[in-house]
């Protein structure tokens, strides 16, 4: 999901300005390795790009924003992600709330900038209004009334009282409030601070649920695919504390896209059946059978060795024939020319294609039968061998247009470790 | 230049054991059945077999990866065996080996044997295996029907073909091949089936149901080989000989570049096109008098026809339909049952349809002998159509 929406935030930014990755999860999949270092290798980000993981805090994603905001003596630009994968019990109230997302801003001083920083504050306190332990998959909420009078009431008001402070700006000047709150809960905090409550935007639950880490990136994605030049935007992180910071929309806001929140809405599929879901989200333990037993052991020297095929989704092109190829070789495949050591890399992974063959295996292992796969033709020549994703059966014919998109490939219970790939997926 | 092997190698002995669910053999046991039938064929002593080739795919782990297990089950004399591996055309490989070390003089007479004990893995279908430790990363977790299913998809746009229509015909090949296996004592499926069973059957990977899939089996066959003229001084007039042994592995144009359809199999048709040549067959819809080709799916059996040159392009389904295939027809194909009814324990296939088609070519197949053909081919595609390794054997009757 990271990569997902990283990719639409950089859609038409040269890459090589990013200097700087944070990835703010609660749910991060790994406790040691970089999430961010997972996400940057699969942007093709170079090498002295900075990662930086933010765990542990709803408040994350407003903290990185901030923290990228504040890298005042840099010249490249910050990729700022919030997501989370909200695991929840069947039955609980979590799991009528609760939505996994991930939203993605980018960070600097480019000419396009469509919201500058006006002000900003923090107001921290150890305040328990959920927690997970380490090593947990559910949270454990306590009493709503009681997070809501307490907590968000306390520490909201707060931090925005002191950001409209430091920004020296009235209340009633503010054009859009972002809260990660229930809209009811919202409404209040703007009256507690003084701001109109027609400014308090929709908190978008019907659309996605409570996304957690992301949800104030993804509500102020949202607010500024809409928001005119000149008008402020305060945005706000809740737990254990809570920030707010004022933007101002720019210009150039005119020019920002204004489809890419409801873009997201509206791809994937949906799961009707509960049991599948519940099985997705690892409730459920089905009978994959004896293929499941197949060792998914990764051999992390290749992986390693490969990583830029794999998880980069980097082909090659032959300087001497043009051939587009993937995987890369030392030979090119090309039966005209077979030259050796010719090939320059050339990434795929935005790179368009049709579906050549395909299959539903009703035989093979996968989380969520059948497995689709077959090959796919690369606009500009190639071809790769690889597994559909978001597809039902029926979707798919010989010529169906598809895209590429980053997803987890292979799940090595034994050793606790996934793998990433890329998946082909219809393009609406 | 090299001249080939045609007619420069003699089969003189075969012997192939009862495929199916063998609980009660191991390797070792299914090995030694098809060599007893074998030795007395060739109705020679065992110390007369100078070298040994032994073709194993998957049951490496049960057998040893070498070429012990053939030396140890037959108690052969302490002569050189080797194993061989080329996924399904492991059998052939095995009788290539054999035949060119005759062919070069190092040996006067030599063994062939392909083995797979498939139920000993536990597996209901082929075993799952790891598929290389940097293909696994990005290649699908595909099983062969649906590796197989991708040339129906293919083929089917290629040609303009409705999917109803090539289910039919896919339909036909193996309707055909349960009505052949039911005159076969040593087959693993000997029922018939009905055209709309195949139709109905529950689906495995589309386009291909249950019945499109091929056996999984154990098994065992071999072969005894020499020169004609040693055949000839140990007394033997109806002789067969090899006319062509041709191989042909992908080099990653299916997997990597645009040009391949997914349609058709490159291999089989640069395998077929030397063997051919090598055995100077210049018309092989006038001159094979059957062919037993690696149906290890319906949908493969139908292209190959193609492939091999049999079929015009886009006209396998009308040919199939048309009875082109059958047993009566022009061209009989899978006349013991094939891989799909006789079965497929998959180091063994290449040895077992070589020996058919020499059974036919003797005119020994009983109730299934097809009249009294000259020539006949054995075909292997191992792998899957992204990547494989295509053989194509011809062979007939000496002098003709």
Redesign the interface.
């Known amino acids: 999901m990271s990569v997902e929406a990283a990719r639409a935030c950089l859609q038409g930014v040269d890459r090589s300005r990013v200097g700087w990755v944070a990835l703010a999860s609660t749910t991060l999949p790994f406790a040691d390795r970089s999430n961010a270092g997972v996400v940057s290798a699969a942007l093709g980000l170079r090498e002295q790009c900075a990662m930086q993981d933010f765990a542990a805090s709803r408040r994350g994603a407003t903290g990185a924003l901030i923290a990228a905001l504040d890298r005042s003596d840099v010249t490249d630009d910050a990729l700022v992600i919030g997501a989370d994968r909200r695991l929840t019990r069947p039955g609980s109230s979590q799991e009528a709330a609760y939505g996994h997302a991930a939203a993605a801003l980018l960070v600097g001083r480019g000419a396009g900038t469509i919201a500058e920083r006006v002000a900003h504050a923090t107001v921290a306190g150890d305040f328990v209004d959920q927690y997970r332990a380490s090593g947990e998959d559910y949270d454990y909420a306590l009493e709503e009334r009681w997070v809501r009078d307490e907590g968000q009431l306390r520490f909201l008001p707060q931090a925005i009282r002191l950001a409209l402070e430091r920004a020296g700006a009235a209340a009633d000047r503010i054009a859009h409030v972002v809260a990660p709150t229930p809209a009811r809960s919202s409404q209040a905090i703007a009256r507690a601070a003084g701001l109109p409550e027609r400014s308090v935007a929709a908190d978008r639950f019907d659309a996605c649920g409570d996304t957690g880490t992301p949800h104030p990136l993804l509500l102020l994605a949202d607010c500024l695919e809409r928001a005119l030049p000149g008008e402020l935007v305060l945005v706000t992180g809740f737990g254990q504390g809570a920030d707010a910071l004022l933007l101002r929309a720019t210009d150039a806001v005119r020019s920002h896209r204004k489809d890419g929140v409801a873009a997201a809405f509206d791809g994937g599929i949906s799961e009707p059946e509960y049991l599948r879901f519940l099985s997705h989200c690892g409730v459920v333990q089905m009978d994959w059978g004896?293929?499941a037993?197949?060792?998914?052991r990764?051999?992390h020297t290749?992986?390693w060795r490969?990583h830029r095929?794999?998880v980069g989704f980097v082909g090659g092109r032959c300087r001497r024939c043009d051939?587009?190829?993937?995987?890369r070789?030392r030979a090119c495949?090309?039966?005209e020319c077979r030259a050796f050591d010719t090939q320059d890399e050339q990434p795929l992974a935005d790179t368009g294609g049709s579906v050549?063959?395909?299959?539903?295996?009703?035989?093979?292992?996968?989380r969520d039968p059948?497995?689709v796969?077959?090959?796919v033709?690369?606009d500009g020549?190639?071809?790769?061998?690889?597994?559909f994703t978001d597809t039902r059966?029926g979707d798919l014919?010989?010529?169906t247009r598809v895209r590429f998109v980053f997803r987890v490939?292979?799940i090595d219970a034994a050793r606790g470790f996934h793998?990433y790939?890329w998946k082909a997926t219809v393009t609406h | 230049m090299a001249t080939g092997i045609r007619d420069k190698v003699a089969i003189i002995g075969m012997g192939c054991c009862r495929f199916g669910e063998r609980w009660d053999c191991g390797a070792e046991d299914l090995m030694l059945e098809a060599f007893a039938e074998a030795l007395a064929d060739a109705q020679l002593e065992r110390d007369r077999i100078e070298a040994a080739w032994l073709g194993v795919f998957y049951q490496e782990q049960s057998i040893s990866k070498s070429g012990l297990s053939l030396s140890m089950a037959l108690r052969l004399p302490n002569v050189p065996v080797t194993r061989v591996e080329n996924l399904c055309a492991t059998g052939t490989e095995a009788l290539r080996g054999a035949a060119y070390a005759v062919a070069a003089g190092a040996v006067d007479i030599a063994l062939a044997m392909g083995v797979e004990k498939l139920k000993d893995t536990?597996?209901p279908?082929l075993p799952?295996?790891?598929k290389g430790?940097?293909e696994?990363?990005?290649?699908?977790?595909?099983?062969p029907?649906?590796?197989f299913?991708?040339?129906?998809?293919?083929y089917?746009?290629r040609h303009g073909h409705e999917m109803t229509t090539l289910k039919r015909a896919m339909a036909h090949v193996s309707w055909k091949s349960h009505e052949n296996a039911a005159h076969n004592p040593k087959a693993h499926l000997r029922n018939r089936i009905r055209i709309e069973q195949a139709l109905e059957a529950p689906?495995?990977?589309?386009p291909?149901g249950l019945y499109d899939c091929c056996g999984v089996s154990d098994g065992a066959a071999c072969a005894i080989v020499t020169t004609p003229a040693i055949a000839v001084s140990l007394g033997r007039c109806d002789m067969v000989t090899i006319k062509a042994l041709q191989l042909a592995p992908s080099?990653?144009?299916e997997?990597?570049?645009?040009?391949?359809?997914?349609s058709h199999t490159i291999t089989t048709r640069l395998a077929a096109e030397r063997a051919y040549r090598e055995a100077a067959v210049r018309d092989p819809r006038r001159e094979l008098g059957l062919i037993e080709v690696h149906d290890c799916f319906s949908i493969t059996e139908l292209v190959l026809m193609e492939d091999l040159g049999l079929s015009d392009a886009g006209r396998a389904v009308a040919d199939v339909l048309d009875g082109r295939y059958d047993r009566d027809g022009a061209i009989p194909c899978q006349v013991d049952g094939g891989l799909k009814c006789f079965g497929h324990p998959v180091g063994a296939s290449g040895l077992r349809m070589a020996y058919e088609v020499y059974t036919q070519l003797l005119g020994r197949a009983g109730e299934r002998q097809v009249g009294s053909p000259a020539l006949g081919l054995t075909h292997n595609l191992g792998g899957i159509?992204?990547r494989n390794v295509a053989s194509v054997s011809l062979f007939g009757l000496h002098g003709k």
């Open positions: 004896k293929r037993e197949r060792d998914a990764t051999a290749v992986a490969r095929d794999i051939t587009v190829q993937y995987p070789t495949v090309n039966p050549k063959t395909w299959t539903e295996d009703w035989l093979a292992y996968t059948p497995l796969y077959g090959n033709a690369f020549g190639g071809n790769v061998f690889t597994e059966p014919a010989v010529g490939k292979d793998r790939f | 536990g597996f279908g799952e295996r790891t430790t940097f696994d990363l990005w290649q699908p977790g595909f099983t029907p649906g590796a299913a991708q040339l129906a998809a293919a089917a746009a689906m495995v990977a589309y291909l080099n990653g144009v997997l990597s570049h645009a040009s391949w359809d997914g159509p992204n």
